[in-house]
């Protein structure tokens, strides 16, 4: 996953708003000039807000843009944690934005813990220091 600190937008506008969100998370690349997966993405987030899943024909229908194109960014929201795979159909993970967000950062701090136990098991291997010796002057 990637996570982009970008300054908040200062513009009260929902389309705004859904685009700083998925540039925060990298989902919006410089080749997406069309935003597509942005689209995609607010499609997924409709649908999940009727409480609905949604099959890659139907938002492909919805948007005018091929099935190659959706499936390509469905599978880049999937490998970031942004939606889950029901059946053949798509939704957002988490019921909300907010919860969303909260399910992410679990995934990112057991990531970490496990980076973590290796990065230890590794420095101990090594005889590493666990912390910077002081410089004296």
């Known amino acids: 996953i990637t996570i982009r600190s970008l300054k908040q937008p ?12 998925c540039q925060s998370f990298g989902l919006i690349s410089d080749r997406d000039k069309n935003r597509t997966c942005m689209k995609i993405f607010r499609v997924i987030v409709n649908a999940s807000r009727n409480d609905r899943n949604i099959s890659v024909d139907e938002i492909s229908r919805k948007l005018d843009i091929s099935r190659t194109t959706v499936m390509h960014h469905l599978n880049a929201m999937r490998s970031a944690g942004f939606v889950v795979k029901v059946g053949r159909n798509y939704e957002l993970r988490a019921r909300s934005l907010q919860k969303l967000v909260d399910e992410i950062g679990l995934d990112l701090e057991r ?5 973590r136990e290796i990065a230890e098991d590794i420095d101990r ?12 002057d």
Do not use: G, Q
Request: proline letters at 3%; glycine letters at 0%; zero cysteines.
């Open 125 to 136: 291997r090594l005889n590493l220091p666990v912390r910077e010796r002081a410089v004296h």
């Open 111 to 115: 990531t970490l813990k496990s980076i």
């Open 10 to 21: 200062y513009k009260d506008s929902l389309d705004v708003d859904i685009k700083w969100f």
